[in-house]
């Protein structure tokens, strides 16, 4: 089966600290993964994908098989990174986690 | 805006009466996703569209619910005899086949059923 999960709801930091969003995968076949983005009355769209291994926005997600997971992580994050985050397992479909919610205080 | 758009962006209906919604996806993309979010989830996939051909339907998907692309353009989303539970945001989103890990999301059409 297909699941995507993200294990935590909420993270709330200061501007300037160091943010990881955990994502753990279940998939049978070689995964293809991504995390979504959705800032405040925007549309969902796409941050990053591993299969790039670019850093956006500062962001970057390394897939660790062994471990079946794809985190999240920025090393200093801003105010405007503030969002709804959902990691993404494709399949021939996108299956989306729940979602995990990051606000970053000035 | 050659985003993808989606109306009405707001619907409130009475239990049991039909409504329909409408996606217009970027032009050029052949393929042609229904998603459904409620309150504190992620989206979850209820179809997908290649070109006219419905190719996949979740089991989300009941017998009340039909999707359409008839000319491989716009779609629509049918739900009938409406249900409070079918209270959702209907997110309709376009990709090329090519590459369909990158979807674009239109802003959503929102139900609630009373």
């Known amino acids: 089966a297909q699941r995507v999960t993200q294990p935590e709801k909420l993270l709330s930091v200061f501007k300037g600290a160091p943010v990881e969003l955990k994502c753990n995968y279940s998939?049978?076949?070689?995964?293809?993964l991504f995390w979504y983005v959705q800032y405040s009355r925007q549309r969902l769209q796409l941050l990053l994908r591993h299969i790039s291994r670019e850093s956006i926005k500062g962001f970057t997600a390394d897939l660790n098989k062994g471990e079946t997971s794809f985190h999240l992580k920025k090393p200093f994050a801003q105010e405007e990174d503030s969002a709804m985050y959902y990691c993404v397992l494709r399949s021939e479909k996108l299956v989306f986690g729940k979602g995990m919610k990051l606000t970053v205080n000035p | 805006d050659t985003g993808v758009s989606q109306n009405p962006r707001h619907k409130i209906t009475k239990r049991g009466q039909n409504v329909t919604f409408r996606c217009d996806p970027i032009?050029?993309?052949?393929?042609l996703y229904w998603y459904r979010q409620t309150l504190g989830q992620g989206p979850e996939f209820l179809t997908y569209?290649?070109?006219?051909?419905?190719?996949?339907k979740s089991r989300l998907l009941s017998d009340r619910f039909s999707a359409e692309r008839p000319k491989g353009s716009f779609s629509t989303l049918e739900i009938q005899r409406t249900e409070q539970g079918d209270s959702a945001m209907y997110l309709c989103a376009s990709s090329l086949s090519i590459d369909s890990g990158e979807l674009f999301f239109g802003e959503g059409s929102r139900l609630t059923v009373l």
């Open positions: 569209f290649q070109n006219e051909a419905q190719l996949e």
């Open positions: 998939y049978s076949g070689s995964p293809e």
């Open positions: 032009s050029e993309h052949n393929r």
